[in-house]
């Protein structure tokens, strides 16, 4: 449930220490990997685990997690064997647990009962980067203080409807860091920090986590200095798709969970 989220953030903070969120796409390379894959996460300094739902048409995704979408696909991933998932995780871990998904897969299984599966399942909230708020009431109801419905936010957001978005939404503020598609960079807007500092302001006691980009420990220590969370992705999908579930690579994805959890608590 959604107490999980706010409970992380709030020990996190207690500590003065900042959320490390890590983000691998379900099913890839296969659904009972997916589980050994959150061990392992959890494991290395995960403070909350995003799973992509796979999807045909990524909008918001570069290539790397595009890539790791067909590789899912092609094992037949679906929204609910994916909450299926989520049921075995949890038998394992209490650690706050995240969907990213587009609309359509949601839309197609039905608000009133995908609210209700996941719930049941142990899923704490879901971010839907293609539902814009004027579109999310329904789906906003329906979760009430269930699920949170993690609102995104962009360089371009104005700060009038950032307020809005903030408003609206619960669990954390999901600010994406670049105009652009998500995929790690070498480097990320020189503005970056500044533009940081301005939502903070604006998202008061929403926590906010910056992702998209966000690739080696230097970044994560200073982005740490600006949010309450960062979000990596691409960079962990990148050695799923070299090693899969092997012990090379969970070793490897330890060793760079590892490294950006130290980084954030070298502040």
Do not use: W
């Amino acid at each position: 449930m959604m107490q999980r989220l706010n409970k992380s953030f709030a020990e996190l903070k207690k500590q003065g220490r900042k959320a490390l969120i890590t983000f691998i796409t379900a099913g890839d390379p296969d659904l009972a990997a997916t589980c050994d894959l959150v061990d392992t996460l959890v494991a290395a300094g995960a403070d909350i685990v995003e799973l992509g739902v796979p999807f045909s048409d990524p909008l918001a995704d570069g290539p790397t997690i595009q890539a790791a979408s067909t590789r899912a696909l092609a094992q037949s991933t679906t929204l609910k064997k994916i909450i299926a998932t989520v049921k075995e995780i949890r038998r394992r871990t209490e650690v706050p647990l995240v969907l990213m998904t587009y609309y359509n897969p949601l839309y197609r299984y039905g608000l009133k009962k995908l609210v209700r599966d996941v719930c049941d399942a142990g899923v704490d909230g879901l971010i839907v980067p293609d539902l814009p708020l004027e579109e999310s009431a329904e789906l906003r109801r329906l979760a009430a203080e269930k699920l949170a419905i993690i609102p995104l936010a962009a360089p371009t957001t104005p700060d009038s409807r950032l307020a809005g978005i903030v408003a609206a939404g619960s669990g954390f503020l999901y600010y994406v860091t670049v105009t652009g598609i998500t995929g790690a960079r070498t480097k990320l807007p020189d503005e970056l920090s500044h533009s940081l500092d301005r939502v903070k302001k604006i998202s008061g006691d929403l926590p906010l986590a910056a992702g998209f980009g966000i690739s080696t420990p230097e970044q994560a220590r200073t982005i740490g200095r600006h949010a309450d969370a960062i979000i990596v992705g691409s960079v962990l999908v990148k050695i799923i798709a070299q090693y899969g579930a092997s012990n090379a690579g969970r070793q490897e994805l330890s060793g760079r969970v590892k490294a950006l959890r130290q980084a954030l608590d070298s502040e």
